[in-house]
């Protein structure tokens, strides 16, 4: 079966900007994850998603990250006024009840941000 | 902040060695998890231990879990060139919900 998705693979913006990051989970997985990941780091927890609503967003940086997930299956992650320091890849992970939390992630999406 | 860190920062091996990475954590956790990724890009699930479990083994990969150390290994056997990535591991902490943290990675590099 077709595992995450994520769109675009990559995006280069200006600072300033709004971005938006679309995750699509694996179909039937209730619950999904974003990371974000800084060069030679490893990643780091933004929000978490158990259906339709945001059960942990304790990971987003500011209020100029927010996510949604309105019909409980893709998500969309976005950035408004997009800074410099939010360059990084984009993570987005699904998992289903029952599977002791193993993550199954997507390829990325690499921000970049000039 | 990181919880768990891997030592060694950088590993590099010829090909048909055993590779060893180390994880240590902090706090108390439901499983520990190890990924490998290449270029940067999509994490790759590789193996989960559960917190009451010791060690596990898949194909050439062997995890032990010491809960009293609050340490973990993976051993790569008869490592070779597509190898070459960098491993993490990652806990599902008890008070933390069901989020991963992850350290800081370790770079394999396996030599031909």
């Known amino acids: 079966g077709a595992g995450v998705s994520q769109t675009p693979s990559n995006k280069v913006t200006e600072k300033g900007k709004y971005v938006e990051l679309r995750c699509d989970p694996i179909s039937g997985h209730t619950a999904l994850y974003w990371y974000r990941q800084s060069l030679g780091q490893g990643p780091e927890f933004l929000i978490y998603f158990q259906g339709t609503g945001a059960a942990d967003d304790s990971g987003l940086p500011n209020d100029r990250f927010f996510a949604v997930r309105p019909e409980g299956s893709v998500s969309t992650l976005k950035i408004q006024r997009t800074e410099r320091g939010d360059s990084a890849v984009y993570l987005c992970?699904?998992?289903?009840?029952?599977?002791?939390?193993?993550?199954?992630f997507g390829p990325g999406t690499r921000l970049t941000v000039l | 902040s990181q919880q768990g860190e891997e030592d060694p920062q950088a590993l590099s091996i010829q090909e048909g060695e055993n590779a060893t990475m180390n994880c240590s954590y902090k706090?108390?956790?439901?499983?520990l998890q190890w990924y490998r990724q290449n270029s940067g890009r999509g994490l790759v699930h590789l193996i989960l231990?559960?917190?009451?479990?010791r060690e596990k083994h898949s194909g050439r990969l062997r995890v032990t879990l010491d809960t009293s150390k609050k340490s973990s290994s993976l051993l790569i056997t008869a490592s070779r060139a597509a190898d070459t990535a960098s491993y993490f591991c990652a806990t599902d902490e008890e008070t933390s919900g069901s989020r991963l943290t992850f350290g800081e990675g370790t770079q394999l590099t396996v030599n031909p």
């Open positions: 992970a699904s998992t289903s009840s029952g599977d002791y939390n193993e993550q199954f």
């Open positions: 706090t108390s956790i439901n499983n």
């Open positions: 231990i559960r917190s009451n479990e």
